[in-house]
């Protein structure tokens, strides 16, 4: 199964080639002759959240409005939660990289005027099906990166608190690949699979986050004992029912409010912050009036043409949905429900614990992208921004610095490999053909534990501290399990790595959600045994694993205008 060994040297590595990760590369590439590895366990022409495209840019600073006014609306929606610092120097750069995107080949609607085409306060319309292949396609052409697509990344190699490469395998040749670099950026996305979905069994991929992040950067930095940061910050999506389509091309888009089943807008009852609009719906159904619709019915037919266009560019089952049933949203209205809980730094504050350049407190480790924590709401412009900030510091650091010395032939990297190729060797030679079906009975398991246990759907996203009591205690029975399992496979190993991170990143929420004793998200955060918000609760939970334990701390507030660095 695995392989011969390859052993290359970089300045820079890039662990995944997403949004993030790709314009990472592009920042680097074109500012400086470092050499670049970007190692992606897909195909970076279509992999990440990106990979079917999208039809909006997110966060784009209109010209009648300020950066501070995004960073005022993130804050808020976060009730609070939030490093203003990191939001403020990533608003300050979006605008730039949208220009970019532009002149790479990416269609962004225009009115007559030739202004950009707003959708709503923040937002502007794009034909972005092809966003990823154009990103891609910018990577691959520079002349001193590298794209490695079908690698498996799944470990750092980390000494003194400093890391120096990385160690994984291809998914179809088996070569085990041990990278050396003086420079590593995290870009694998957050983290999906660890609760129950809403559609199981053989659907269990068809949710609305990406399927195929399954938390590797966040783990890979925990078990090294990288600081993390407000991963009880979950994001929970509000969706179309069955399709899991996005809603917010239907509510912004043509104006539809939230109703129930007797027609009544309840948004106004609960609020429309994020977490308030998932909140709103599961309450109405718990409380007997769903099901919970966007009212869409009587939309003009103009404005139904536009959605079914819209939806073909991120989430086609929508539109061949109402194309097959012959009932379009103006005829119907759209029933919506929450899916499960993600840990997801894109859309809340949940992620590795950054300063503003995006360096963790991994020294040389950077984190851009979903996985970096504090910067909630940066969607896909505040993705390439991470990108950007952390590619420009690594780019000073490589002209300052020049190329570090080599740490591959000290004993301690050595042994360092040496201890992963033993686990690789151990979890190879199942030689049966049912070790896919144990690997997936387990992640069952743990998705059954996380859904009763640490508030999944099933309980209303509600959960209390002996629940995350008995969470714990379920989750270090089945991590001690899946160390005995063994893969048939080069896919099945793959299958294995993706639910060992999935099991260390549900063992850290599960701390982060004993250590926040309130209530300040609803169904977010939902802590039945302190239902209210609090005013002690304005801090960041953080976390460091030690000693097979997760230390769980607070850290205080960086107020408006204010900076944090490692250093103060």
């Given amino acids: 199964m695995l392989g011969k060994k390859e052993r290359l040297r970089t300045d820079v590595l890039i662990i995944g080639g997403g949004t993030a990760g790709c314009y990472a590369a592009l920042t680097i590439g074109k500012a400086s002759d470092a050499r670049i590895i970007v190692a992606e366990k897909a195909h970076i022409k279509r992999s990440g959240c990106l990979a079917a495209g999208v039809n909006a840019i997110n966060c784009y600073i209109l010209p009648n409005r300020t950066v501070q006014d995004y960073v005022d609306y993130a804050t808020k929606d976060a009730e609070g939660i939030v490093r203003d610092d990191l939001l403020r120097t990533m ?19 225009k009115d007559d005027q030739g202004n950009y085409v ?48 990385a160690v994984g395998f291809h998914k179809e040749t088996g070569t085990i690949y041990e990278i050396e670099a003086t420079y590593v950026i995290c870009a694998t996305g957050g983290t999906s699979g660890i609760y129950k979905p809403n559609n199981p069994g ?11 992040n399954t938390g590797a950067g966040y783990a890979m930095g925990i078990l ?59 309450q109405e159904q718990v409380e007997g009036r769903g099901p919970c619709y966007l009212g869409t019915k009587g939309i003009s037919p103009d404005q139904e043409q536009d ?49 503003t350049h995006r360096e963790t407190t991994i020294t040389n480790l950077f984190a851009a992208g979903d996985v970096a924590g504090g910067a909630p709401q940066k969607y896909v412009t505040g993705a390439l921004a991470e990108g950007e900030i952390a590619g420009d510091e690594i780019v000073r650091r490589y002209q300052e610095q020049g190329e570090a010395s080599s740490a591959g032939n000290e004993p301690w990297y050595k042994e360092a490999i040496d201890a992963i190729l033993k ?95 309130e209530t300040r998200w609803h169904s977010f955060g939902e802590h039945s045994d302190y239902p209210n918000c609090s005013d002690d609760g304005l801090v960041y939970i953080n976390s460091v694993y030690q000693d097979g334990e997760f230390q769980v701390f607070q850290r205080p507030l960086v107020e408006k205008g204010d900076t944090y660095e490692h250093t103060n």
């Fill in 91 to 109: 608003c300050e750069r979006v605008n730039g990289t949208v220009h970019e995107l532009e002149r790479l080949g990416l269609v962004i609607l």
């Fill in 118 to 165: 707003a959708r709503g306060n923040r937002n502007i319309k794009i034909n972005g099906e092809n966003i990823k292949p154009i990103l891609a396609s910018a990577v691959e052409s520079l002349e001193n990166c590298q794209v490695i697509n079908q690698l498996v990344i799944t470990d750092y190699i980390v000494k003194d608190n400093r890391i120096y490469g």
């Fill in 202 to 212: 053989f659907s269990r991929h068809k949710m609305w986050y990406s399927p195929f």
């Fill in 224 to 282: 090294q004992g990288a600081e993390m940061t407000t991963l009880e910050m979950r994001f929970i999506a509000l969706r179309c029912k069955d399709t899991i389509a996005p809603t917010g091309t239907i509510a912004q888009g043509v104006g539809a409010k939230q109703i129930n089943s007797l027609g009544e807008n309840y948004e106004s009852v609960y609020g429309i912050t994020t977490s308030q609009r998932v909140y709103g719906t599961v």
């Fill in 307 to 355: 959605l079914l266009k819209a939806y073909l560019n991120m989430a086609p089952s929508q539109t061949l949905r109402w194309v097959e049933r012959g009932q379009g949203p103006a005829t119907e209205n759209v029933e919506i429900e929450g899916t499960e809980p993600y840990i997801v730094g894109g859309h809340t504050a949940s992620g590795y614990w950054v300063d």
């Fill in 423 to 517: 686990r690789y060797a151990e979890q190879q030679g199942a030689n049966d053909d049912s070790a896919l079906v144990r690997i997936e009975e387990h992640e069952q398991r743990l998705q059954d534990i996380m859904d009763v246990y640490a508030g999944g759907i099933s309980q209303a996203y509600k959960y209390t501290e002996e629940s995350l009591g008995i969470a714990k205690s379920k989750l270090q029975t089945l991590a001690k399990d899946v160390e005995q399992l063994q893969a048939n496979t080069l896919h099945e190993l793959s299958y294995l790595y993706e639910l060992r991170d999935r099991i260390v990143v549900a063992q850290a929420l599960v701390a982060h959600l004993g250590g926040r004793k």
